[in-house]
């Protein structure tokens, strides 16, 4: 069993930043992509940015620019800096990890979230 922890969430004024992280634990052999997906209110969950095993990237348009998706290996750790944040950022941001803990196969996992309010 994979599991995956997001902290690092809260309420910012428009123009601030956070950073948010996802930490990945269990029967973790490798992990192969890392993302960031969120979802608003009454709205669909969407993709935010999402780094491969190789340090890929790819980001949604709304936050290229604003945001930098990164992870740590070693610590089977992925991090989201949100800079210049607006009230259209506001949603719960989830992490899924790619996870292969033994064999050929792997399986995604998601955490349970972290809420982001940005409100003056």
């Known amino acids: 069993q994979v599991h995956a922890v997001e902290s690092g969430g809260g309420l910012v004024h428009p123009g601030g930043s956070l950073r948010l992280s996802c930490a990945a634990s269990?029967?973790?052999?490798?992990?192969?992509?890392m993302g960031w997906y969120r979802q608003a209110p009454g709205k669909q969950r969407e993709l935010v940015a999402r780094?491969?095993?190789?340090?890929?990237?790819n980001y949604a348009d709304s936050v290229k620019g604003r945001f930098t998706i990164s992870r740590d290996n070693a610590k089977n750790t992925v991090y989201l800096q949100m800079n210049s944040l607006n009230p259209e950022d506001t949603a719960v941001y989830l992490c899924?990890?790619?996870?292969?803990?033994?064999?050929?196969?792997?399986?995604?996992?998601w955490g349970r979230g972290t809420q982001v309010t940005v409100s003056s």
């Open positions: 899924n990890v790619n996870v292969r803990s033994g064999g050929s196969a792997s399986f995604s996992y």
């Open positions: 269990g029967s973790i052999f490798s992990i192969n992509a």
């Open positions: 780094i491969t095993s190789g340090g890929g990237t």
